[in-house]
């Protein structure tokens, strides 16, 4: 459905020195700067796949979305999305592919979402029929058939971002890209947007990119991931894989019973052999107090370790987590060299 | 682009336009009244001093009429310079929603540009017939399907020119001191300001070659019937050529621009 292939993308821009002289020596000589914004990036995305692209600000993530989207051509490389060269902008693909961009406007801010949604039903020749039924059920998954007819500019930011979703979803759009699509909203929105996401996917399987800097949005939506770097893709894996192997370690955090003085075990503040990591090699504490013991240990060790814990201490509840997801991908991006899944 | 997209395009953003009444009035009154009145004190004084009859083949009740005619087409030549919105387009990004439509962005925009007009559109004719009870003076069939026909061309040739200074902005970080030139020369070669024929006659032929005099001298001596038919076929033949001109030059500058559209950001 979407393939690509070394595809790259260099903006030149204009240099600006800071201060008034540089202003005026700016106005008959301007330095020009190279900057590599995408770099030979090779993937494929099938039919069905919500796909999270992550990366820092800056990375290209946007850039890649926007030539996939054929808003902007190439610097060199090539791309197929459901077999257009999509900066051709034939207008059979753009029939079947949308683009949400954050709080981007679609829709038409004097008129209601209604007009906005009844113009682009003559864009893409909706017939009448698939129109009515396509606008109810996405309006009623979003709970927003009552704000069909306020003027957009008159709408909440969540709202904006549920017509910005039906706008771009009418056609029934074999492939979406979506940049950002929870951006600036508060939790019970990202959540509903999330739902909704989930359940168009389930109901019509279309590819999707998602971009976004919510590791929520990625987790829940995404089972494959893709790590851009200054450009470059470092990592297109699956999700749960980027923890196995990126992760070389795991938390164990104890609950302690009090005992009869009140204070914490002894043995708990040593760090010896006789100590909770005593005989676990690269373990270490993370957190300890009267009632709570959080170790860091290596994901090998993580068995030993808990056996340990549990025959030391009066352990009243004990759980092994993962660590943080965006804490691996944040290393993934410090780290230099190849990673790819 | 089908017809029946493009007049929903255009009802859509006539809605739009018409939902603004104060804007409307203000436009109306400072539009076309403070245009008269200083048309009408300027060319009284001007009449005066010079103690003639006739400036250019008109005479001040001539002048005044054409100068009403001026203020009234003239809305429905240039509307509302909605086409100024394209440079907005390229600088904030929203062009990207035109290049994810199916379709073409041109008629599009000329579209949006017709509906646009529509508070114009009322103005004009509301201050039409103010101005026919007062004169007396109402233009046969024949003059008002011309001036019609003329005032088309007129409108589309004004877009496209427009069109292609606004596509500049692809390369450009400001394209407002091109429109403020275009206005000035369009107003001065176009015959806002004065009527062509007081021009110096060796001004004649580069004024009939140029575009400008399309916008405003030519559908208001058309529709006045200052014209013969001869005069008005060719002036449309003119006109029509100078629409495939701008046409052209602007998928051009499209092509060319579009391969730097950056949608905001990198």
């Known amino acids: 459905m979407i393939e ?24 008959f000589r301007r330095e020009r700067i190279a900057k590599h914004a995408v770099r030979e990036v090779s993937f494929r995305i099938e039919e069905g796949e919500i796909v999270g692209l992550v990366g820092a600000n800056g990375a290209g993530k946007t850039t890649l979305v926007k030539m996939l989207a054929g808003i902007i051509h190439p610097t060199a490389g090539e791309a197929r999305v459901l077999g257009h060269v999509p900066w051709e902008r034939d207008d059979r693909l753009r029939r079947r592919l949308a683009l949400i961009m954050g709080q981007k406007a ?11 949604f009844l113009l682009l039903k003559e864009i893409y020749r909706i017939p ?14 979003l709970e927003i058939g009552k704000e069909l007819h306020v003027q957009v500019r008159r709408l909440s930011l969540g709202e904006r971002m549920k017509m910005e979703l039906i706008a771009a979803l009418l056609h029934g759009p074999r492939v ?25 996917r389930e109901e019509h399987a279309p590819a999707m990119i998602l971009t976004s800097h919510y590791m929520e949005d990625i987790q829940r939506l995404c089972k494959r991931i893709m790590i851009l770097r200054d450009g470059a893709l470092v990592y297109d894996g699956s999700l749960a894989q980027v923890a196995e192997r990126y992760a070389d370690h795991k938390v164990i955090t104890a609950h302690l019973r009090r005992d009869a003085g009140g204070g914490p075990p002894p043995a708990l503040r040593s760090m010896g052999p006789e100590g909770p990591m005593g005989g676990v090699a690269g373990g270490e504490i993370v957190e300890q107090d009267a009632t709570v013991l959080k170790v860091r240990v290596p994901r090998g060790e993580t068995a030993a370790a808990a056996a340990r814990i549990l025959q030391l201490y009066p352990v009243a509840d004990l759980a092994i987590e993962e660590p943080d997801i965006g804490t691996i991908i944040e290393r993934i991006l410090r780290e230099k060299g190849e990673v790819m899944g | 682009m089908s017809p029946r997209l493009f007049f929903r395009v255009m009802g859509l953003e006539a809605r739009a336009h018409m939902s603004y ?22 060319w009284k004084a001007m009449f005066r001093e010079s103690g003639r009859e006739a400036i250019g083949g008109y005479d001040f009740p001539g002048m005044m009429v054409y100068y009403v005619t001026v203020l009234l087409l003239g809305k429905l030549v240039a509307g509302r310079e909605y086409e100024a919105g394209v440079s907005g387009e390229i600088y904030q990004g929203t062009l990207t929603r035109y290049l994810l439509f199916p379709g073409r962005y041109l008629p599009f ?33 024949l003059e008002i399907a011309r001036g019609a026909l003329a005032l088309l061309v007129g409108n589309l040739l004004h877009f496209l020119l427009s069109y292609c ?59 006045l019937g200052r014209m013969g038919a001869a005069e008005w076929a060719l002036g449309i033949a ?16 499209w092509w060319r621009g579009q391969l730097r559209y950056t949608g905001v950001g990198i």
């Open chain 2, 238 to 253: 003119v006109a029509a050529l100078w629409c495939v001109a701008l046409w052209l030059l602007g998928r051009w500058i």
């Open chain 1, 176 to 200: 979406v890209f979506l940049d950002e699509p929870t951006i600036g909203l508060d939790l019970s929105a990202q959540r509903a947007i999330r739902d909704f996401i989930l359940a168009y």
């Open chain 1, 4 to 27: 690509t292939t070394r595809l790259s993308k260099t903006f030149h821009v204009h240099k600006k020195a800071p201060g008034l002289m540089a202003s005026v020596r700016g106005l």
């Open chain 1, 128 to 141: 009448e029929e698939e129109y009515r039924k396509t606008l109810s059920y996405l309006a009623s998954v």
């Open chain 1, 106 to 116: 679609q829709l038409w801010w004097d008129l209601p979402a209604a007009d906005g």
């Open chain 2, 21 to 42: 009444r104060a804007d409307f009035w203000t436009q109306a009154v400072v539009g076309f009244l403070g245009h008269f009145a200083l048309a009408w004190f300027l």
């Open chain 2, 109 to 141: 925009k000329y579209a949006q540009h017709l509906g646009s007009m529509a508070p114009s559109a009322v103005q004009v004719l509301l201050f039409a017939v103010v101005a026919a009870l007062f004169t007396g003076l109402v233009p046969g069939p």
């Open chain 2, 165 to 223: 200074i606004q596509l500049v902005a692809f390369w450009a970080d400001n394209v407002w001191s091109l429109e403020v030139g275009k206005r000035f020369i369009m107003t001065l070669l176009g015959g806002f300001t004065v009527p062509l024929a007081v021009f110096p006659a060796g001004m004649k032929p580069w004024l009939e070659a140029l575009p400008f005099r399309f916008f405003y001298d030519f559908p208001v001596r058309a529709t």
